[in-house]
């Protein structure tokens, strides 16, 4: 099999983790559904490996899930491919759902939709992923753990949610700062964003926060 991108595979990583953690409540055979499969490459890796799971793949669109098909019979593996939106092809308890190059809008779509039969949630999204934690916030879940890359020089982080109440200052809404997370791509993003607001004085909030952000991760700036 074609290996994953840097970012694919941080996602990978973390969905193993979830279906053999308590964050997910998992059983002996837990339901792994990839919403916004594109061409499946994620669940078609899960599947080679022979992770303990049955694996769902959906797209809302009818190429990408003609794409994973077609991936799924050239490598000779049971793929389940589903079209739809969301988690709406789907019946019954998902212990860990996948989700990655969406936006934040779209992934708490999806969550506020289903959070009842959502075990756990690895999100990867296209944007810094604040919506997400404000929604975390509000929805009673929390980020359990964030984790981040930087692939083909742009950087990339996922959050692991999980139903579970915390608080949030706005260093940990708008950088995860307060979930585990990885520090030395943080860090490496928090510099930028700080070299970037520091040429606008409009900004000076939001500055004063990378800093602190910063701060918090021990990190020099």
């Known amino acids: 099999m074609r290996p994953l991108t840097p970012r694919l595979a941080m996602v ?3 969905v193993r983790r979830c279906t053999t953690s308590a964050e997910s409540n998992c059983g002996t055979s837990p339901l792994v559904v990839d919403v916004g499969c594109d061409h499946a490459g994620l669940s078609l890796t899960l599947l080679h490996e022979g992770l303990p799971a049955r694996i ?5 669109n009818a190429a990408p899930c ?3 098909r077609a991936n799924a019979l050239a490598l000779g593996l049971p793929l389940d491919v589903r079209q739809g939106g969301g988690l709406d092809p789907v019946e019954g308890f998902v212990e860990v759902v996948s989700m990655c190059g969406v936006g934040s809008g779209t992934a708490v779509e999806v ?9 756990a949630a690895v999100v990867q999204p296209n944007d810094d992923g604040a919506g997400v934690r404000a929604w975390a916030r509000g929805a009673g ?3 359990a753990r964030q984790r981040a890359v930087w692939d083909r020089g742009r950087y990339y982080g996922a959050l692991v949610l999980a139903p579970g109440a915390y608080d949030l200052d706005y260093a940990e809404l708008m950088w995860g700062v307060g979930a585990q997370v990885d520090r030395e791509a943080l860090g490496r993003r928090l510099r930028g964003e700080i070299a970037r607001l520091g040429a606008f004085p409009a900004k000076e909030m939001e500055l004063r926060w990378a800093k602190e952000a910063l701060r918090r991760l021990g990190l020099p700036g």
């Open 111 to 119: 969550l506020e939709g289903a959070r009842d039969r959502v075990g």
């Open 12 to 14: 990978a990583d973390e």
């Open 141 to 143: 879940w929390r980020v």
């Open 66 to 68: 003609a794409r994973a």
């Open 56 to 60: 769902v793949a959906v797209d809302c």
